[in-house]
């Protein structure tokens, strides 16, 4: 027997059993973007190599160790993507969709990071990214907030999350708080970890998203970054505040929180949660007015945010909010025969033309009529339509309600629809 290929470790199959879950959470994502005026963007997996080291930074984990790069047959360096912002700024520039224009796009799908998989974190993963573009000011960044509070709410988990948000201000007020940042931590070099000493002289800021415990009190002792910002981005921030109040999103403001990509300034923010221990945030994003310039472009202002599927899957699961419902107006037609096969298949062709939104299942298997009734149950159908020796020799159809327990009915096949609006629901 030949030897069996196993998935890449850290890139999941998702089986059908959980395929309807991850649907039904999907299903609540676009509808809520939808009553947002939001539209769908899509774009490919694979971009060149230079777009991410571009705008995500080169002194990043992300593009120092967890990216999938390789050479094609031309020689190009391409590269899974790692994140979607940079990806779909790209197409829209390509396309002229930034022109003098206002943008609300969201987008799914896979994407990739060598990382060293556990749960909650897989190097396969999936995100719904939404970005707003051409919209300055806080009044965008607050409908995004609200836009993640309807996901919540519909997903059955909004008193499981903290809103956590800091400001990160203008670029010229980043390089003036490195430098206050760098004197800070050289003093305390001795506390440093590798990773740490090493973006010291080249990504301080990003020391400040350590997740190295024992760096945790050197990090919230550090000079914040709040105390340096000119007025300017100080009313922003206190703007985004106060519409937070009044929108009665309860928050707490993180002086440490700068996101894990260079291309953010001004308002960021992380929702986290205590249910998933060390994997707490399940969305996160800001704003990123330069990056649209620094792939060039004309300058634009651009928000967003990004979660994982996987993420908020685990959540609802821990949780026990993930309930595979059945239809309740699903069809099993168990058939005697291939003659009373054909038959059913030809019968389930009318029932769908009439019904597009009810599941009819035929079995096609075969099998004895009690094996054929326990798939039946077992499919959670609502009702089993028979078709035995007697129905095909009558030209009629037999009708058993699996769930509510009322008598079998036999009716003419040719009316079938008709007799089925007493049953659906």
Same mark, same amino acid.
């Given at each position: 027997?030949?030897?069996?290929?196993?998935?890449?470790?850290?890139?999941?199959?998702?089986?059908?059993?959980?395929?309807?879950?991850?649907?039904?959470? !999907?299903? *609540?994502?676009?509808?809520?973007?939808?009553?947002?005026?939001?539209?769908?963007?899509?774009?490919?997996?694979?971009?060149?190599?230079?777009?991410?080291?571009?705008?995500?930074?080169?002194?990043?984990?992300?593009?120092?160790?967890?990216? %999938?790069?390789?050479?094609?047959?031309?020689?190009?360096?391409?590269?899974?993507?790692?994140?979607?912002?940079?990806?779909?700024?790209?197409?829209?520039?390509?396309?002229?969709?930034?022109?003098?224009?206002?943008?609300?796009?969201?987008?799914?799908?896979?994407?990739?990071?060598?990382?060293?998989?556990?749960?909650?974190?897989?190097?396969?993963?999936?995100?719904?990214?939404?970005?707003?573009?051409?919209?300055?000011?806080?009044?965008?960044?607050?409908?995004?907030?609200?836009?993640?509070? +309807?996901?919540?709410?519909?997903?059955?988990?909004?008193?499981?999350?903290?809103?956590?948000?800091?400001?990160?201000?203008?670029?010229?007020?980043?390089?003036?708080?490195? +430098?206050?940042?760098?004197?800070?931590?050289?003093?305390?070099?001795?506390?440093?970890?590798?990773?740490?000493?090493?973006?010291?002289?080249?990504?301080?800021?990003?020391?400040?998203?350590?997740?190295?415990?024992?760096?945790?009190?050197?990090?919230?002792?550090?000079? +914040?970054? &709040?105390?340096?910002?000119?007025?300017?981005?100080?009313?922003?921030?206190?703007?985004?505040?106060?519409? @937070?109040?009044?929108?009665?999103?309860?928050?707490?403001?993180?002086?440490?929180?700068?996101?894990? @990509?260079? %291309? %953010?300034?001004?308002?960021?923010? !992380?929702?986290?949660?205590?249910?998933?221990?060390?994997?707490?945030?399940?969305?996160?994003?800001?704003?990123?007015?330069?990056?649209?310039?620094?792939?060039?472009?004309?300058?634009?202002?651009?928000?967003?945010?990004?979660?994982?599927?996987?993420?908020?899957?685990?959540?609802?699961?821990?949780?026990?909010? @993930?309930?595979?419902?059945?239809?309740?107006?699903?069809?099993?037609?168990?058939?005697?025969?291939?003659?009373? *096969?054909?038959?059913?298949?030809?019968?389930?062709?009318?029932?769908?033309?009439? %019904?597009?939104?009810?599941?009819?299942?035929?079995?096609?298997?075969?099998?004895?009529? +009690?094996?054929?009734?326990?798939?039946?149950?077992?499919?959670?159908?609502?009702?089993?339509?028979?078709?035995?020796?007697?129905?095909?020799?009558?030209?009629?159809?037999?009708?058993?309600?699996?769930?509510?327990?009322? !008598?079998? &009915?036999?009716?003419?096949?040719?009316?079938?629809?008709?007799?089925?609006?007493?049953?659906?629901?």
């Amino acid at each position: 027997m030949a030897e069996r290929i196993q998935a890449i470790r850290g890139m999941n199959d998702v089986l059908p059993e959980t395929t309807a879950l991850w649907r039904s959470i !999907e299903h *609540v994502f676009m509808s809520v973007l939808s009553s947002y005026g939001y539209q769908e963007i899509r774009f490919p997996l694979v971009e060149s190599t230079q777009l991410f080291k571009r705008t995500i930074g080169e002194v990043t984990d992300i593009v120092e160790k967890e990216m %999938y790069t390789f050479n094609d047959l031309n020689g190009d360096s391409i590269t899974l993507r790692p994140e979607g912002t940079a990806g779909c700024v790209r197409a829209c520039l390509q396309h002229g969709l930034l022109h003098n224009q206002q943008q609300k796009l969201w987008y799914l799908g896979p994407m990739f990071r060598h990382e060293r998989p556990q749960k909650g974190r897989y190097r396969q993963f999936n995100q719904l990214g939404v970005e707003a573009f051409g919209m300055s000011g806080p009044m965008v960044e607050l409908e995004l907030i609200s836009i993640c509070r +309807k996901f919540w709410e519909q997903l059955g988990f909004a008193n499981c999350v903290q809103l956590q948000v800091n400001t990160l201000g203008e670029l010229a007020e980043r390089q003036r708080y490195k +430098k206050i940042l760098v004197e800070y931590l050289t003093d305390h070099e001795h506390q440093l970890d590798e990773d740490s000493k090493r973006r010291l002289t080249r990504n301080p800021l990003r020391i400040l998203d350590s997740k190295n415990p024992e760096m945790q009190q050197l990090v919230a002792n550090a000079p +914040k970054l &709040i105390d340096v910002l000119d007025e300017k981005s100080r009313e922003h921030f206190q703007t985004f505040c106060e519409g @937070l109040d009044a929108l009665s999103v309860p928050y707490v403001v993180n002086p440490v929180l700068v996101r894990g @990509l260079d %291309y %953010y300034g001004h308002t960021v923010f !992380e929702w986290v949660t205590d249910k998933l221990g060390s994997q707490a945030t399940v969305c996160a994003g800001g704003r990123y007015d330069l990056l649209v310039d620094q792939l060039g472009g004309n300058p634009t202002p651009a928000v967003g945010f990004a979660l994982g599927i996987e993420r908020i899957y685990l959540l609802m699961e821990t949780l026990g909010l @993930l309930k595979n419902e059945t239809n309740k107006n699903a069809l099993y037609i168990i058939a005697v025969n291939d003659e009373a *096969v054909v038959r059913g298949l030809i019968i389930s062709e009318i029932i769908r033309s009439a %019904y597009p939104q009810i599941e009819v299942s035929v079995n096609t298997a075969g099998g004895s009529f +009690k094996s054929q009734f326990k798939k039946a149950d077992k499919s959670g159908a609502r009702l089993a339509l028979i078709l035995g020796e007697d129905e095909l020799a009558t030209q009629q159809i037999s009708i058993k309600d699996l769930r509510n327990g009322a !008598e079998q &009915i036999s009716v003419d096949q040719n009316t079938i629809n008709q007799v089925l609006k007493d049953y659906l629901e």
